[in-house]
């Protein structure tokens, strides 16, 4: 079926709804006339709309009533008054002890459990509670059904609509103005106590049968928020009825009195002409704004046949009306006291104050609103944006003295245009197909840019930058990285190469480089907009300090620690002058100088510095912000490089949440906590939850930001170094061989990047036994480093081929490569680091090689203290030590303390797989402290099944299947009972 | 979480261009975190409406007071649309880990609720709302806003920039079109 035929369909249809169900039939035959299939169509739609079907009546009102409404609170239903926009009105009675009340019970079609709702009806309920007049229907009660629907209770009123009393009593002239001056003594009443009613129509205006006005629904009113003087908070959404609404309404702007001025102004045209002013029945809410705001009423008097009463309203009334119609808050009457007051002098022959509304003056705002150039539609958004976003841009260009007021009006109005557009995805008619895409929405953005503002640079500069954020923050980074390359064009050629502006556009471009991975184009638009940026202020600004600070970062990864830290220092300096100590990109520059130092080796520096960086921000505050998200990031690394695992954790996965939050999940920034978070779970132990963790990053990196980007690195790395410490160390070297590929393709051979991949790299090696293939990895870093000045990777270094001596037995030279080890880390760490206490296990180690457990002992526990401070149990790591520690106590002859020290390694080893080779080692190590103890039955089945597991994993030859092999030797030598 | 697109819109007009950088993804997730959030809930009885997670979405997101009608109306439409897709991803997947978990038909009133008791009908109903699409996109929007996110005529008619009449018209033929698809 085409659309046309279903056109088609649909009118025979709804034709066959309007008549009698016996008639259809016919009625069918005649339309289709002779199309057989088309008469099916219309009749099995007639069936289907007749039948119960799996889609069911959707009530009329956004929220459905309770099916049955007995009572609303304690009022007892009667019958129903009317039905509103937001409401349906109910006649109800409250039975209480000898008296019975009436009421008329307003129940909010909006409404459901919020609590912010409630506090607000609340208060309402309480404002209204005090507007006491005669002329004023009093609320009686409010509150909730249990089903979060909010009521009103109100005095019940018996009367005629104004307009109905007006007809059926048949008013003249002057008794309906004298009628009309109480409905605004009134209205200014209701005024003067800060509330403004924001939808008077003769309905809501009722006259009793001895004449006297009450006005109902000041609950849809708001109080006047006294300390402004400005109409502040309305009650729900803004409710009003389009023929009685203010233009400023119509288009969502504030609301105050004068808005109830305008609706007075309509219905005294309406009780005086018998028309409404403007005609908008079933017209769309556009056509709406545009009629109220747009069109200029015809005078009343024309609209009335009868030639005496047109004479009477010719002249003032005509005036006056049209006065309290202004399209311009401005310029009608400023009160509706002061409307009363125009009606009395117009009553007593007085010359009214009202002056007619000049052509000139309707022309004059015509050609202002053309000028403007905006869309109709954006004129909504410019109200509630356009003035404050000049105000700020142009405070950021308080030292520029041009006249730039027009220019930023222009944006401003530009950028809010784009944005109603973005708001617009709703409109069918606006979007592509049904899968409109943040993406879509931008690219037709830009498209109206690119095609509509040719003429004006600037502003598509302006626009541009902005946009490339958005499209940044979405993830669509080669986009962003054109508009901001477009930008810097425009501004290079408008203000020249070395200007403020192209400056900005550079530290954005440079920002999509870094974003992207590309370090080395991110460096050089970094080093050229600080270099411009220096050259053109006389005083170093935030943003240059910003550009230094993120400039540092990049240095510091490239290896460049000396000119990051320079950055670092001079972005610190400007920083805490311009911003103070308190601000979060202080303590993220911090970090970065404080990393620098880390790097250097400078590890005091860096650590009291760390210490400030801490002390400087509370990561407590804040709701999700980039900015604070970063600060946690930041502030758990800080943590993690000072060993505070378990106070970091935390932080970095409140970083992960809030990204996520703000982000979409393959975000870089997204990717980048997940990478920092997996890393401290790794180093908590938890490998169970950093797994996924790191795996989730690593295929989000891969796939969103390339294999070849530094957190697809990072994550690769993390996730081997985890692989690695539970012994799956085949897959651990190939993601490493992976991610050395990555980076040797990108730094070349022999760039420092590399050193901290190489040194990991050898790890999974060791484990696997490809001895000599670490120590090549492990030649080719240390040689990378500075050979003057050793730092913490030439230990890490040494410590691998420690571990590779110990493992090929040549323990002499494992004696003089840890003591070139341990002579860094004396200079360098403090005895607590990890590094140190890594090199005391491996010391240790070698001691009990030796035979010397005596020697081994008391390392060990210092070792095992200073870790057991930082990682909480279950911790593979303490389970090392405390292996280490029993095989010790074991061979100084304490069976029974080696037992347990070694039942403690087994439970700190738990996160390990059971066939990994220390839990071999353990069991073998139990089985000879028991055998020590004279108990071989229960020995036996330990030493066998550890020997078992120790051989599969590091094979038949290995040092520590032989010594396993020994012990199982040493029970079967002992004679069996 | 507490973001706030109107304060977003506000803070963009102060001059903060940050404030850009958090407008869209805020429109987008809010609703797939809170419709998630309830679809993942096991406790039928207190599965929300379309409407009150989509009221609950626009408190969120948008100060009442702050806001005009016609906002909150392009607001509620775009979430009709991303409802329907939230809701039809939902059901797709537990149709296809409950095969045959023949349920009688009972007249969809709560499409969050359907989409987890009656997988197979929403599914349907998606399809049906498809064909429905290529014969009249307005149709298919209107069965969204009314449908998915619970809007009333008028706020229809705000939404989609037609007149209420209309809304009214074209919802008797799609729900009738749509019946008449589903009962075959």
Redesign the interface.
Same mark, same amino acid.
């Given at each position: 079926? =085409? *659309?046309e035929r279903?056109e088609r369909v649909?009118e025979i249809?709804?034709a066959a709804?309007q008549i009698d169900p016996q008639e259809r039939e016919m009625l069918i035959e005649r339309e289709s006339a002779g199309d057989a299939e088309l008469a099916t169509q219309v009749a099995?739609?007639?069936?289907?709309?007749d039948?119960?079907?799996?889609?069911?009546?959707?009530p $009329?009102?956004?929220?459905?009533l309770a099916p049955s409404l007995d009572f609303i609170g304690p009022y007892r239903v009667l019958r129903t008054l009317g039905q509103g926009?937001m409401a349906t009105v109910y006649l109800a009675e409250r039975t209480g002890e000898g008296f019975t009340q009436r009421v008329a019970v307003k129940l909010l079609?909006?409404g459901?459990a919020?609590p912010?709702?409630d506090d607000r009806l609340l208060s309402e309920r309480q404002i209204l509670a005090q507007l006491e007049h005669p002329g004023i229907a009093r609320l009686v009660d409010g509150g909730a059904t249990p089903e979060g629907q909010p009521y009103f209770a109100m005095e019940y009123v018996e009367g005629l609509g104004l307009t109905d009393y007006c007809t059926q009593n048949q008013l003249t002239v002057s008794d309906r103005l004298k009628l009309f001056l109480e409905v605004c003594t009134v209205v200014h009443f209701a005024h003067q106590q800060l509330v403004v009613h924001r939808d008077l129509k003769p309905s809501n205006i009722m006259v009793s049968d001895d004449g006297r006005v009450k006005l109902l629904d000041f609950g849809l009113a708001?109080l006047l928020d006294p300390s402004h003087g400005v109409e502040? &908070? =309305?009650l =729900?959404? *803004?409710?009003f009825t389009p023929a009685y609404a203010s233009p400023e309404q119509v288009?969502?702007?504030q609301v105050g009195t004068p808005s109830d001025v305008f609706s007075l102004g309509v219905v005294l045209y309406e009780i005086l002409s018998g028309t409404l002013p403007f005609q908008m029945e079933? &017209?769309?809410?556009?056509e709406i704004?545009r009629i109220v705001c747009n069109t200029h009423p015809e005078r009343p008097s024309v609209r009335v046949a009868q030639k005496r009463v047109r004479q009477l309203l010719e002249g003032d009334l005509d005036t006056i009306v049209l006065k309290a119609l202004a399209k311009d808050p401005a310029r009608r009457y400023g009160s509706a006291e002061q409307l009363a007051d125009d009606i009395r002098r117009h009553l007593r022959g007085l010359p009214v104050r009202a002056r007619p509304d000049s052509m000139t003056y309707r022309l004059g705002k015509f050609i202002q609103r053309n000028r403007t150039g905006v869309a109709a539609a954006a004129l909504? &958004?410019v109200s509630?944006?356009?003035? =404050?976003?000049v105000?700020?841009?142009q405070?950021?260009r308080a030292t520029a003295q041009r006249d730039l007021a027009a220019d930023e009006a222009r944006k401003a109005a530009l950028?809010t245009t784009l944005?109603v557009d973005?708001?617009?995805?709703?409109?069918?008619t606006a979007t592509l197909g $049904?899968r409109v895409t943040?993406r879509e929405l931008l690219d037709r953005g830009v498209e109206r840019i690119e095609r509509e503002f040719g003429a004006q640079p600037d502003v598509q500069a302006q626009v541009f930058t902005?946009v490339a954020?958005?499209y940044a923050?979405?993830g669509l980074l080669e986009r962003a990285e054109q508009l901001a390359r477009r930008a810097l064009d425009i501004h290079n050629d408008l203000h020249g190469p070395e200007s403020l502006e192209a400056s900005a556009s550079l530290d954005q471009l440079g920002e999509m480089h870094a974003i992207q991975g590309n370090n080395e184009a991110a460096v050089e638009e970094y080093r050229r907009a600080v270099a411009i940026r220096s050259a053109a202020l006389t005083q170093p600004d935030t943003l240059l300090a910003h550009i230094q600070s993120e400039l540092g970062f990049l240095l510091r990864s490239a290896g460049e620690h000396e000119e990051a830290g320079d950055m670092f220092t001079q972005a610190l300096e400007t920083q805490r002058q311009l911003l103070g100590d308190e601000r979060p990109e202080v303590a993220m520059t911090l970090f970065g100088l404080a990393a620098t130092f880390h790097d250097r080796g400078s590890f005091d520096e860096a650590e009291q510095l760390f210490q400030n960086a801490l002390a400087d921000y509370d990561v407590a505050r804040g709701?999700?912000? *980039?900015m604070a998200a970063t600060a946690l990031l930041n502030v758990g690394m800080i943590r993690r490089l000072r060993e505070q695992y378990r106070a970091g954790e935390p932080l970095l996965r409140a970083a992960v949440s809030m990204r996520s &939050?703000?982000?979409?999940a393959d975000h870089p920034d997204v990717i980048e906590a997940l990478a920092q978070w997996g890393i401290d779970l790794t180093e908590l132990g938890r490998y169970a939850e950093a797994e996924p963790v790191l795996t989730d990053g690593l295929e989000r990196s891969d796939r969103s930001l390339g294999v070849d980007h530094p957190f697809s690195s990072t994550l690769r790395e993390a996730l081997a170094v985890l692989e690695t410490a539970t012994g799956r160390h085949a897959e651990a070297a190939a993601r490493f061989d992976t991610s050395l590929a990555v980076k040797r393709d990108r730094y070349g051979d022999d760039h420092p990047q590399l050193v901290f991949a190489l040194l990991r790299s050898a790890r999974p090696l060791i484990e696997g036994g490809r001895l000599s293939e670490a120590e090549a990895r492990l030649d080719s870093a240390l040689a990378l480093g500075d050979p003057d000045s050793r730092g913490v990777s030439d230990l890490l270094g040494l410590s691998s081929k420690v571990q590779i001596e110990l493992r090929r037995g040549r323990l002499r030279a494992a004696d003089s490569l840890l003591s070139e080890a341990e002579s860094i880390a004396r200079d360098q760490l403090r005895e607590s680091h990890r590094y140190t206490l890594m090199l005391g296990r491996e010391r240790a180690e070698l001691f009990l090689e030796l035979d010397q457990p005596d020697q081994a002992v008391p390392i060990l526990q210092r070792v095992l203290e200073g870790e057991r401070a930082v990682r909480p149990p279950p911790h593979p790591r303490v389970g090392s030590t405390l292996r280490l520690l029993g095989a010790a106590y074991l061979a100084q002859g304490k069976g029974e303390l080696a037992e347990h020290t070694l039942h403690s390694a087994q439970s700190e080893l738990r996160e390990l797989p059971e066939w990994h080779w220390e839990v071999g080692e353990v069991e073998s190590l139990l089985g000879a402290a028991l055998l020590a103890q004279g108990r071989p039955e229960e020995a036996l089945p330990l030493l066998e099944q550890g020997l078992e597991t120790v051989r599969d994993y590091r094979g038949p030859g290995s040092r520590v299947a032989v010594r396993a092999e020994r012990r199982l030797a040493l029970v079967r030598g002992s004679s069996p009972r | 979480m507490g973001s706030d697109v109107t304060q977003v819109l506000i803070e963009l007009g102060q001059g903060d261009r940050a404030a850009l950088d958090r407008l869209l993804p805020l429109v987008y997730d809010e609703l797939r975190r809170l419709a998630e959030g309830q679809l993942r809930r096991e406790r039928v009885g207190h599965t929300l409406s379309p409407t009150a997670l989509v009221h609950e979405a626009y408190l969120k997101l948008v100060q009442l007071d702050r806001i005009d009608w016609k906002g909150r109306a392009h607001f509620f439409g775009a979430c009709a649309h991303s409802m329907r897709r939230i809701l039809i991803s939902y059901a797709r997947m537990k149709k296809a880990n409950k095969r045959g978990a023949g349920k009688e038909h009972v007249p969809i009133e709560n499409v969050v609720l359907a989409a987890q008791e009656q997988p197979a009908e929403v599914v349907a109903l998606d399809e049906a709302l498809t064909k429905l699409e290529q014969l009249s996109e307005r149709q298919a929007r209107i069965v969204e806003c009314r449908f998915f996110a619970g809007m009333g005529v008028e706020e229809t008619a705000a939404a989609l920039d037609v007149s209420p009449a209309t809304v009214k018209r074209d919802w008797t033929t799609a729900r009738a079109f749509l019946n008449r698809e589903l009962s075959r």
């Open positions: 079926m =085409t *659309p279903w649909q249809f709804h709804l099995s739609l007639l069936e289907a709309n039948s119960h079907g799996l889609v069911g009546a959707v $009329d009102t956004g929220i459905r926009g079609r909006l459901f919020d912010r709702l708001k502040g &908070a =309305t =729900t959404v *803004p409710c288009r969502g702007r079933s &017209a769309s809410p556009a704004e909504v &958004a509630l944006m356009g003035g =404050t976003l105000a700020g841009w405070a950021r950028v944005m973005l708001f617009r995805l709703s409109d069918p $049904d943040a902005e954020r958005v923050n979405l709701r999700p912000h *980039p &939050a703000l982000y979409k | -």
